[in-house]
Structure formats: structure tokens, C-alpha cells
């Protein structure tokens, strides 16, 4: 079983990548240029078998190789998870228009394009050989906006959409497609938020007293990438810890 985890060498992507590989996975570990933490979560998986893939998930040329070179050391791949993401202010009124557009081409193209590439490449290859999954991590700001990062949250509400259009266009083929949306989650790059003026106002966000850790999202991906049924196909599950409820 061959799963390949973008944006695995911290937070959400590492704790995927060390679940799927705890339940016999080999991971295609996925990072963009931060080689050191790449080496230290491929260091931290279970089993044997596991690779590092640089690549720059916003350039559709570097996204066509890395599943070129996966698919080289891997043959088939099982399961697809597009974790990778980034997050760029550009506030509306504050953000002139050079910066504004910027900030919409880079985050479209990591958080959507790149990753609608993949599902592209995952889905010719994965409906041939009898099935596959796909897991997508999304966010709760794909539904309750983001003021501050626009960008963001319509990439996410069209991951949101692109999954559930995969879901339907690919079942038929036993190609499953499943999407995560968590909120806040404590990995480092939340830390610096946590201890800002706004710490307070997030941990209010969440009925639990905490933020989601790292390790739920990844149990429920890992759910999603192994063990949720079929009929499941198209969901779009909530990992917040009821800090955006949506009927």
C-alpha cells in the first residue's frame, strides 16, 4: 500500500504521514524546501520503504514531476492526501492592488491548481487499476470566510467543490474522494498566533478549551484513507472541535 502525503515534513501532513505509515503505508513524503524537518519526519514513520519528494505544489510543471518520479519509485499509488497549503494575508483595505493579486496566483495555485493537478494524475492512474483514495484537507474558512486571507478561504471552498465534483465523476470507478476541514490546529505555525493578542480570541473559538491537535486531524484522514466506506465518497467532515457548526 502506496500513499503519497504532500506538505508531510510538519504539522498535520507529518501526523498523516506517520498514521498511514503506522498502518503499513509506504509514504511518498511530500515538502517544498525545508529539507532538515523533511529528514526528520521521514526519520519518524514506521516501516521502511519511505521517500522524500521536493517539489513546488504552485508550479504545474514541478507537480507533473513529482508524480512522475512517485509513480517511478512507487508504481501504484494507493493514496493521494493533498495537505499542503499556505496562508498569505491581504486584507482588503490594506493590501495595495500588485500585493492583492499576488497573494490570489500564489494561493489558488498551491492550494487549488496544484492540488487539482494531482487529483487529475491520481484519478487516471488510480481508475485503472481497480480503485484508490483521495483525502483533501480543506478548512472551516472555506465556510465561515476569511477576512484577513480571502485567498485562502475561496481555495479551500473550491478544494470543497473539486472533491465532491471527483467524488462523483470517480465513483464508478471505486475512486473515493474525502475532505477534512479542520480550524485552528496546534502545530508550530499556529504557535506564534497562540501566544499573540489574539491567543485569547482564538482558544474562546472552541467549546473543547483547546485547539484541534494535529494528531485528530490525522485519525480522521487516516479514517478517511483506510477504513470509511465507500458510500462515505464525497464527504466533506468537520475536524474543529465545534468552533464553526454548519447544518
Not at 190 to 213: F, K, N, S
Request: charged share 15%.
Amino acid at each position: 500500500m502506496n500513499a503519497l502525503v504532500t506538505g508531510a515534513s510538519r504539522g498535520i501532513g507529518r501526523a498523516i504521514a506517520q498514521g498511514l505509515a503506522a498502518r503499513g503505508a509506504q509514504i511518498a513524503l511530500h515538502y517544498q524546501k525545508n529539507g532538515e524537518a523533511a529528514k526528520a519526519a521521514l526519520d519518524s514513520l514506521a516501516g521502511s520503504g519511505h521517500a522524500l519528494f521536493p517539489s513546488d505544489l504552485g508550479d504545474a510543471g514541478e507537480v507533473a514531476r513529482l508524480w512522475r518520479e512517485v509513480s517511478a519509485r512507487y508504481g501504484r499509488i494507493d493514496i493521494l492526501v493533498n495537505n499542503a497549503g499556505i496562508y498569505a494575508y491581504h486584507p482588503p483595505l490594506s493590501t495595495d492592488l500588485a500585493a492583492w493579486q499576488d497573494a490570489w496566483q500564489m494561493t489558488l495555485a498551491v492550494n487549488l491548481v496544484g492540488p487539482a493537478q494531482l487529483c487529475f494524475l491520481a484519478a487516471r492512474a488510480m481508475a485503472p487499476a481497480g480503485g484508490g483514495r483521495i483525502v483533501n484537507i480543506s478548512s472551516r474558512g472555506a465556510f465561515r470566510g476569511e477576512p484577513r486571507a480571502p485567498a485562502y478561504g475561496a481555495s479551500k471552498a473550491g478544494l470543497n467543490s473539486l472533491s465532491q465534483s471527483l467524488a462523483q465523476a470517480l465513483a464508478p470507478n471505486h475512486v473515493y474522494v474525502y475532505c477534512l476541514a479542520p480550524g485552528w490546529v496546534d502545530t508550530d505555525m499556529a504557535a506564534g498566533h497562540l501566544a499573540g493578542p489574539r491567543g485569547g480570541e482564538i482558544r474562546a473559538q472552541h467549546p473543547l478549551g483547546r485547539i484541534t491537535t494535529a494528531e485528530e486531524v490525522a485519525q480522521a484522514a487516516v479514517f478517511c484513507a483506510l477504513d470509511a466506506p465507500a458510500a462515505m465518497t464525497g464527504s466533506i467532515i468537520d475536524v474543529n472541535g465545534a468552533s464553526y457548526l454548519r447544518t
